[in-house]
């Protein structure tokens, strides 16, 4: 436990800031949920959860949910997907700060296929950057699991050192996080026999040399996490296997505890002291996005169940009583992010970040 308490400007960190909030959470033995979002309902959902709960958060922007920022009629989706991140990106650049907490910006899993999507971001966060003197994105998450370990940290080392000349970070992913996220994985590694499901402390050692030379990286390392909600019993989380990358890494090179910067995937309904024993061994952050989608959709079901005549006439057949208050969007969208609100409220506990954050007040 550190004593000298940091303190950040609210709003979205990049570089120094970043990982001076990396090492908050490390040390003060918490994780910050990174939510994905799919437009400004979400993303101002997240904002106003880690308000309510003094909690700092990361936002993060799939490939799929860029594009639906962008809208499902943009002509173009390979340019959708471009744009609607960096229209989420400014949205929340621009409103991140008056919320009062810190907020780290992040783009979700992109394997070899969406590297494109990857450099054609970075071309804009190079504009921004001469801007703003600051990143569009605190990081972005290159999952190349699916490639050898050679191709993947290769690549991954091309990529940061780009990175690093934006003050941004990198995250990767090694071994296979079961399931699929947005059309990135499958269904078929599901299987507690299966041993890519459990990353080689040694691979994660490989991945340090490599990186650690260049810039700050984190790691998902895989330890039975799966993508999605899946049937209790298929898979078998070991978060030791975390602790042993940890060990190696620092035996290794002589460091002090906990070297590396994890991140957990694939989060969604996993056994809380799981979750509690993983941030013990350096996880920071845990990726949400299955439940908080319920979470979002669930109430607009009730509402909708609760008021059926509303969103079948405008005004009652019978009583002509209108019912513009009942549909108006904003009625049931503010549902909708209640619910969000409310599992994220749920996700800063379980986390132990409720009331951590280190925004300058
Ligand atoms: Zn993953």
Redesign the pocket.
């Known amino acids: 436990m550190t004593q000298t308490s940091t303190q950040i400007k609210p709003g979205v960190v990049t570089g120094a800031d970043y990982l001076k909030l990396v090492k908050a959470c490390k040390d003060g033995g918490y994780a910050l949920p990174a939510v994905n979002v799919t437009g400004n309902n979400t993303i101002n959902a997240v904002l106003e959860a880690a308000r309510k709960n003094n909690a700092d958060v990361i936002i993060q922007l799939s490939n799929g949910g860029a594009d639906f920022v962008a809208g499902k009629g943009f002509p173009d989706s390979t340019l959708g997907k471009i744009l609607g991140a960096v229209s989420a990106a400014q949205h929340v650049h621009m409103m991140a700060e008056h919320y009062g907490v810190c907020v780290v910006l992040h783009t979700d899993?992109a394997n070899k296929k969406l590297l494109p999507w990857i450099d054609a971001l970075m071309d804009h966060g190079e504009a921004w950057y001469k801007t703003h003197g600051k990143p569009l994105f605190s990081s972005h998450m290159i999952?190349l699991?699916e490639e050898t370990l050679e191709d993947n940290l290769s690549e991954c080392a091309r990529i940061l050192k780009r990175m690093v000349d934006l003050d941004m970070s990198i995250e990767i992913?090694l071994g296979v996080?079961g399931g699929e996220?947005d059309g990135v994985?499958s269904d078929d590694d599901i299987g507690a026999e299966n041993p890519k499901l459990y990353t080689q402390p040694e691979d994660v050692l490989r991945a340090y040399d490599t990186l650690a030379p260049i810039g700050h990286f984190s790691v998902?390392a895989s330890f039975g996490n799966v993508?999605g909600v899946y049937a209790p019993g298929n898979v078998k989380l070991r978060p030791e296997i975390l602790k042993a990358s940890q060990d190696l890494v620092r035996k290794t090179h002589g460091l002090s505890d906990k070297p590396l910067d994890l991140v957990f995937?694939?989060g969604s309904g996993s056994e809380k002291a799981k979750i509690t024993e993983a941030i013990s061994y350096g996880v920071f952050k845990m990726?949400i996005d299955t439940d908080t989608q319920f979470a979002f959709s669930q109430p607009v079901g009730k509402y909708v169940n609760e008021n059926p005549k509303a969103f079948l006439y405008q005004t009652d057949p019978d009583t002509e009583q209108p019912y513009k208050k009942q549909y108006d969007p904003r009625k049931w969208l503010r549902k909708a992010e209640e619910g969000m609100i409310a599992r994220l409220d749920e996700a800063f506990a379980d986390l132990g970040s409720t009331g951590k954050s280190v925004a300058a007040k």
């Open positions: 899993h999952d699991s992913e996080t996220e994985g998902a993508h995937h694939g990726n």
